[in-house]
């Protein structure tokens, strides 16, 4: 399979996060939004080595992916939306977000977790993917829908979003009809780190250390947690590098000129179409009149 255009899944962390997970003694985890499951199967694998347990939320599973959840006691599968479906899930070791990218969503996703935790009086390790550019300050919905009304920022199915750029533009970064943007970065309650800091505040005692490369990873915890040190030691190395932050900047700059390049393909491929459409048409339109000649000279040659 060839590799993909521009790197985006959270499975591109996946050693780190083994590490981190190693690190806890993670055994219990509660995974949120599957994409195609690839990454899901490994963090299966992780939890079985180790005689735990997962569990995963995801409103559109793949057909693989329920029939595991038949087949592994060590995998549940849970077919619903987040938020909602995490009434029952409960207290898990650990915690992967990665499903609808925005602040209404994620800022109750890590409110179930905290709270299952402080139930439980446990320290979860949490993960979140999708916390630097574009979703830090910009919520994205994948079902505007399922979000309460104060929750829901105006927002566009069609238009792109680009650094530096508060408003949407025509390009850009965009879904294409799978995901829909804020048409406003910034301001309150919009976007993914906006949440995870609010959170912060609201509750106090938690650390973040983010990992500015493929869209931003997240992981959060308890200042207290027994493998605090260790998490710290595993992501200094990324969090205080610059050249990671730089890298990104270009990875993602690159890839919006490879997107307006498209554009611009497909704008003047429909343009030719048109000159061509125009051509046919005219060369029909001669057709006819061809005919229309024929026809005429015929009558008047039989009437002569």
Not at 194 to 203: H, L, S, Y
């Amino acid at each position: 399979m060839p590799a993909p255009l521009l790197l985006h899944s959270l499975e591109e962390f996946e050693e780190l996060i083994g590490q981190c997970l190693e690190a806890a003694g993670a055994r219990s985890l509660v995974e949120i939004g599957s994409e195609t499951g690839a990454f899901t199967r490994r963090l299966l694998g992780f939890v079985r080595d180790r005689g735990g347990r997962l569990t995963t939320v995801e409103p559109l599973p793949t057909a693989e992916l329920v029939e595991l959840a038949r087949s592994d006691d060590a995998f549940e599968l849970i077919e619903g939306r987040s938020p909602a479906a995490l009434a029952d899930v409960g207290a898990a070791d650990a915690w992967i977000l990665d499903g609808d990218h925005n602040y209404w969503t994620v800022s109750r996703e890590l409110d179930a977790a905290l709270d299952f935790a402080d139930a439980a009086r446990g320290a979860p390790l949490i993960f979140l993917h999708d916390v630097t550019w574009p979703c830090a300050r910009r919520d994205f919905y994948y079902d505007p829908a399922s979000i309460e009304a104060d929750g829901l920022h105006a927002h566009s199915w069609t238009r792109g979003v680009e650094p530096g750029t508060r408003t949407t533009v025509d390009s850009g970064l965009r879904g294409d009809g799978a995901f829909a943007v804020a048409c406003e970065e910034g301001g309150p309650r919009n976007g993914i780190l906006t949440a995870i800091e609010d959170v912060m505040q609201r509750r106090g005692g938690l650390r973040l250390h983010v990992v500015p490369a493929v869209y931003g990873l997240g992981v959060l915890l308890r200042d207290d947690a027994p493998y605090a040190d260790a998490i710290e030691a595993l992501m200094t190395p990324f969090t205080e590098l610059p050249l990671l932050a730089r890298l990104e900047e270009n990875r993602v700059a690159l890839y919006l000129r490879v997107l307006k390049l498209q554009d611009e393909l497909n704008r003047a491929t429909g343009a030719r179409r048109r000159v061509f459409g125009a051509y046919d048409q005219r060369i029909a339109d001669l057709g006819t009149e061809n005919a229309e000649l024929r026809m005429a000279l015929a009558t008047a040659r039989a009437t002569a």
